[in-house]
């Protein structure tokens, strides 16, 4: 189900049913033109639940109805160290057939096809351990921060699980080698090398996380909306066009984004 529309400058907890208890487990804010949403289960380092998946996907697919950027944080030392699954209480060990499991693990492509999608920019907070899926949001955002003491891994095939999940956010993120090397020795590496493997857009000092990020998002709150969406919707699809369709649709959006009539004009805040 979908969340109801998000007003501005209203603050909105979700809450799940997992085990019987209530919990926050992801927190919406809203800022002016910015959603901040968290993955707020700390104390297991924010495993995403399939639950939260729903929700957070369901977020991502909205979230251009109310604001102009979506900033994604992890509570507490950690961003994201990838899926809790959890099994009911009276539901059999046996795995389920593959077509039977299918719907499940479409919880996850949902999730990373929402990030995709998204009209508007999404801006990534790292710090602590970004792992499995929480590795793949952070290269799916359009921009990532990462403190200098994260670290990143992609830790299925130490699980005996198939990364295929994981591989389908960064095959265009970063390059076959580096994929290959962390889905087949499944170490962490650092926020510089996550740098350098295309996971993270820069490396801050960890006590400058969060000012950086604000800085960052006062600079995206002055820049014209046609501009900001026309940048993404061109970094989405000219990827996946020839050379000459890409210069084509550069010329068009160019046209059209610069004749707009908020990028002539002082951009409201």
């Known amino acids: 189900m ?3 529309p998000l007003s501005r400058n209203s603050n909105i907890s979700i809450q799940f049913h997992q085990g019987g208890n209530m919990s926050n487990e992801i927190i919406v804010k809203q800022e002016g033109p910015i959603l901040h949403i ?3 289960r700390p104390d297991d380092g924010n495993g995403v639940t399939d639950p939260m998946a729903r929700e957070f996907t369901a977020l991502i697919n909205q979230a251009h109805e109310s604001c102009e950027m979506v900033v994604l944080r992890g509570a507490g030392k950690d961003f994201c160290v990838g899926r809790a699954v959890f099994t009911a209480p009276g539901s059999p060990n046996a795995i389920p057939e593959a077509y039977a499991r299918r719907a499940a693990y479409d919880v996850i ?3 990373y096809w929402a990030v995709r999608r998204s009209p508007v920019p999404i801006v990534g907070v790292i710090q602590g351990r970004a792992m499995g899926f929480g590795l793949a949001v952070a290269a799916l955002c359009d921009v990532s921060f990462a403190g200098d003491a994260a ?3 992609i830790p299925e095939m130490a699980h005996n699980i198939m990364p295929t999940m994981v591989m389908s956010s960064i ?7 580096a994929i290959a090397w962390m889905t087949y020795s499944t170490d962490f590496i650092n926020a510089e090398r996550a740098l350098q493997y295309g996971i993270v857009s820069t490396v801050v000092p960890a006590a400058k996380l969060e000012s950086e990020v604000a800085a960052f ?3 995206m709150a002055n820049t014209p909306r046609p501009a ?18 890409g210069i084509d649709y550069a010329r068009n959006i160019h046209a ?5 009539a908020e990028m002539k004009g002082k951009h409201r805040k």
């Open 109 to 111: 492509f949902d999730a």
């Open 151 to 153: 670290t990143f891994n």
């Open 2 to 4: 979908m969340s109801p």
């Open 228 to 245: 900001i969406r026309g940048l993404k919707e061109y970094l989405r699809v000219a990827p996946s066009m020839d050379a000459q369709g």
């Open 38 to 40: 968290t993955l707020n």
């Open 256 to 260: 059209v984004v610069n004749t707009a």
């Open 171 to 177: 095959f265009d993120r970063m390059n076959r080698n």
């Open 217 to 219: 998002c006062d600079k």
